[in-house]
């Protein structure tokens, strides 16, 4: 049987992993004033425009999240059809044989 249990909005908001981080702030800062250059383009471009301001009333730009470095592939595999049937258990480690 089903039981309900109450939750306070509070509760929710605050749980782990839904609290706002900088990251997350960064974002909405971005979507808002992206938002208000579409709607007010000449007026926003003129406020920055020309001017040497602190780093915080600079332009907005997207975080930078964990940049990986690009490499080339060390070796590239066939891809091709898989012709077997995965009816049985023996069909499939063929399967994952002829994929690894």
Known sequence: ML???PIKPFEFLSTQGNECDDIE???SNL?????IHN????EVDHIFEGRNLPHYLRYP???????????????YTPL???LTSE???DD?????????
Not at 61 to 75: A, M
Not at 92 to 100: D, P, R, T
């Open 25 to 27: 702030d960064q974002l």
């Open 92 to 100: 499939i480690y063929e399967v994952l044989e002829n994929i690894y």
């Open 31 to 35: 979507f808002i004033f992206e938002a």
């Open 80 to 82: 091709g059809a898989i």
């Open 39 to 42: 709607a007010f383009k000449q």
């Open 3 to 5: 039981r309900m249990i």
């Open 61 to 75: 730009q997207p975080p930078v999240i964990d940049v990986i470095q690009v490499e080339e592939p060390t070796f």
């Open 87 to 89: 009816s049985t258990i």
